[in-house]
């Protein structure tokens, strides 16, 4: 496991288990729940004089009346804070339960076994899908991934392999064409790094659909490559320059076209 990816994951499992966090706001919400009591219990017994209907000034029926207010707006108040602290609870379950597939999915990557690497890589996708928080983290995660199971486009000595004695797979392996198909199809968000596939072996990679604008594609062999890697501009490229995939192929010889 890269350092990237074991930082992310130390980074997950703080998220799951913040005690210092959770006993404050505990402490917060019973202070807040005592003074509210005080208040009520104030009200209830001073609003008949507040309105003026102690002693001859009213009857004992307007006096049920005004604490009778006290009690409904008591009511709803009980019933604002139940949905507060309802939504609350979802809020940090929900982002719980995020962090926990997370953190289990870095743990999945790192496996011998394919599927459960594949299983990894589709969860980061839903978790970039379910959580903008999270969305950051995946996609590098998911680059670490790729740029530690793919070789590079160019040799020792820096020349393009094309043509040089070296085994290079044909096509991106089962679980490393999943992880760029999931950083293609990530949500659509402000990032705050710019996607680096540069100087990899990506032949043959299946990118239909795939959004790669700005991504770094510089020295990259996208030799045979199916689909757009412009995201669907046929003439913008990426991140508004030219193509970089006839870029990619006139740097390791292969003329100006796709093949």
């Known amino acids: 496991m890269s350092d990237r990816m074991r930082r992310l994951r130390r980074r997950g499992q703080y998220e799951l ?13 019973g202070a807040g729940l005592a ?7 104030v009200a209830l017994w001073k ?13 004992a029926k307007d006096r049920h009346n005004a604490r009778l207010l006290v009690v409904s707006a008591g009511g709803a108040v009980v019933v604002a804070i139940s949905l507060l602290y309802t939504a609350r609870n979802y809020r940090l379950s929900h982002r719980g339960q995020v962090t926990d597939r997370f953190t289990k999915a870095l743990e999945r990557l790192s496996s011998d076994d394919i599927d459960a690497r594949l299983g990894g890589i589709y969860t980061l996708a839903h978790v970039a899908k379910d959580s903008r928080p999270h969305h950051d ?51 659509h968000r402000p990032e705050r790094r710019r996607l680096d596939l540069s100087n990899l072996h990506l032949a043959q990679a299946r990118l239909q659909g795939a959004n790669l604008r700005g991504a770094a594609l510089e020295g990259a062999d996208l030799r045979g490559y199916q689909g757009n890697v412009g995201g669907g501009d046929p003439g913008g490229g990426v991140g508004g320059r030219a193509d970089p995939v006839l870029a990619v192929l006139a740097v390791n010889g292969a003329g100006a076209g796709r093949r």
């Open 35 to 41: 003074v509210l009591a005080v208040v009520y219990a």
């Open 47 to 59: 609003m008949p004089a507040w309105m003026g209907l102690e002693g001859k000034g009213g009857d």
């Open 17 to 29: 288990a913040r005690p210092g966090a959770r006993v404050i706001g505990v402490v917060l919400a």
């Open 137 to 187: 983290d995946v996609v590098e995660v998911l680059e670490a991934f790729v740029r530690r199971r793919v070789p590079t486009a160019r040799c020792d000595d820096g020349q393009p392999t094309l043509g040089r004695p070296r085994r290079l797979p044909v096509r991106p392996e089962v679980d490393v064409q999943a992880a760029l198909t999931a950083l293609g199809t990530r949500p």
